[in-house]
């Protein structure tokens, strides 16, 4: 029986050697191109049929504009192929953004940062907030690649904590995870950012909690009345990884732990 599936023989595979070359090669195709980092997804939704076989397929792993972690005055510049690992470990990101050793789409989406996107014809910036569109979409136009992440540095007073609820500890998918940042002043909530992952079509921040948090001062009741907020906040779906009615009951106790944790 044919799967239908395209051999990587049957597929024409460049490498290019220059970050100009790559956003040619991505101009040339433009719709029927992909781009190659690790190739965790892409391969898995090639071979499970989710995407059709590309026809093209440019590598972008390991080119060296889009590696490495550095420091700029109030942010950290993350390129976009630097690895989990690389960034987990990352003394900079454990000082500046903790939150990043978790699962990335919450943990970017808390710092209010912007990611920058590059094609033939230049560069252009997208505030993260606005980046993530909707199930499997993105703010990426045809041709374009993304090319790093400028995130602003967790400020003076601030908390950044994430979770993770998985049916257990090692590669599991998450059924609810999330991620905060949470600047405080003497208890006080100045600021809080606070984003959650599988609980709709894509990763969301929590705005009318976190204006609902802002200005209060942080105790039990304040954890406590949060939880009921945020699970009444959330919408999220039954499917196979877990039911809408444990997301939001979990989804509430993620948040409260997060305040109790920075109540500590
Ligand atoms: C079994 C499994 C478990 C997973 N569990 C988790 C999890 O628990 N938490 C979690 O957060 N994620 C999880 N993931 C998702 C995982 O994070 C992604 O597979 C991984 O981040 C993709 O990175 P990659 O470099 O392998 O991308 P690829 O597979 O190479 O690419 C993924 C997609 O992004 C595009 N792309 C890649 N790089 C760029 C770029 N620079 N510019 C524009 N487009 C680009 C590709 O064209 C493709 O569409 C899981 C995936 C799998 C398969």
Known sequence: MSTGIR????????FPETLREALAALADGAHGTRILAGGTDLMVQWASGVIPPPEHVVSIFHLPELKGIREEDSALVIGAAATHAEIRDSVLVQKHLPALAGDLPPALLITDG???????????????????LGYRKIDLRPGEVIMRFLLPKMPKGGRE?????????????????????IVTERKMIKTAAIALGSVAPTVVRLWDFESWLEGQKLDEDVAFEAEQHVAAAVKPIDDIRSTAEYRKWVSGRIVRGFLEEILK
Do not use: N
């Open 7 to 14: 051999t990587i023989e049957d597929v024409d595979c460049v």
């Open 114 to 132: 912007v990611v920058v996107v590059a094609s033939a014809g230049g560069e252009r910036e997208i505030p993260l907030t606005e980046f993530f």
């Open 161 to 181: 904590l994430f979770q993770k609820i998985g049916p257990r500890a090692a590669q599991a998918i998450s059924k609810v995870m999330g991620a905060c940042r």
